[in-house]
């Protein structure tokens, strides 16, 4: 319990420390990626490491969209830089929600609900680094939920590294290409979120009627 309380001290005294300098800095309260990436600009060699600081904010604590960030990385940055400024910030504060969570949480998720298969040690690791995957593809869910909901499944940490990458770069390059050009339908993001569920909903059902088919061979798998 002492390891775990002070994994969440150095979190938070990290996170209060990063915030503090990014407001010492004269960031701009409009956090339009326009007026944030000019910011970055005047800000000369740090303003890569003010971003990255700045998208592991927006991941762990939530308050800030991480696609705009991306935006902002790619307008200031360009893109190939932009999107490895963007996806490196966005990575560290993935595994840092993870971590905490799974420190602090897992255990008694665990004990509330012992029977869950997406809990068990001996789970489908391929099914969860999927699911992972699939919902980094579409923007409509919450970066930093699905981090902190990963960390107490039993998904490998290295497993979940691999596929918040993965499945973050396709929309980390569009914006940081298109910067604030880039509008995504609402509906088209919530048509594909709700797609997405459906079929994350639909195959530990599948699979537990019919155990022996292919696809439950298949993610069953390496565990």
Known sequence: MTLRITILVVVLVALAASWWLLQNLGMPTNLSPDVLSAWL????????????????IAVVVGPIPTLPVSATAGLAFGVVW???IAATGALVGAMAAFWIARS????????RFPDNPVLAQDGSQRFLTIAILLTRLIPVFSFALISYAAGVTAIKAWRFAVATLLGMLPMTVVFAGLGNTFRLNPMLTV??????????VWLPWSISRRPGSRLARWLQLNQ
């Not at 005047?42 to 971003?51: D, E, F, N, R, T």
């Open 41 to 56: 600009g005047s800000q000369g060699a740090i303003g890569p490491l003010l971003l990255i600081m700045l998208m592991i």
């Open 82 to 84: 932009g999107t490895a």
């Open 191 to 200: 048509l594909a979120g709700a797609a997405i569920l459906a079929a994350m």
């Open 104 to 111: 602090l949480g897992r255990d008694a998720i665990c004990n």
